[in-house]
């Protein structure tokens, strides 16, 4: 996948789950994908996200592929700028998330 296909943005999650986009109106899985940015708002202080290269909830501690904390209160919003082409994902995008009320995903998928 080049850094020239279209940046998108993921359907909004709410809580740990994976990742989507929108196809035609319907959510579908993200399988390959650049991640360019993170962006999610903190629901209390210590947010933390977990993005792993899988489909499933298994959250494999070997297929993290990206690891981040923020906020101090909440309603902390926080952007995550991914240097170069990104975090390369190539079989899926699960995100584990701990007190975010809310988060997106940026890149090509």
Known sequence: MSITSKVRQSVILTASGQVQKLIAGSAANIGKANIMNV???????????KI???????????????HGKF????????????PASGIYASDGIYADVTNVDFLYIIGTF
């Not at 792993?52 to 990206?66: C, Q, R, W």
């Not at 906020?71 to 991914?82: Q, S, W, Y």
């Open 52 to 66: 792993y290269n899988e489909v499933g909830s298994g959250a494999t501690a070997s297929a993290l592929i990206f």
């Open 71 to 82: 906020g101090t209160a909440a309603n902390h919003v926080h952007e995550f700028k991914i």
């Open 39 to 49: 962006f999610a708002q903190s629901s209390a202080a210590d947010a933390e996200i």
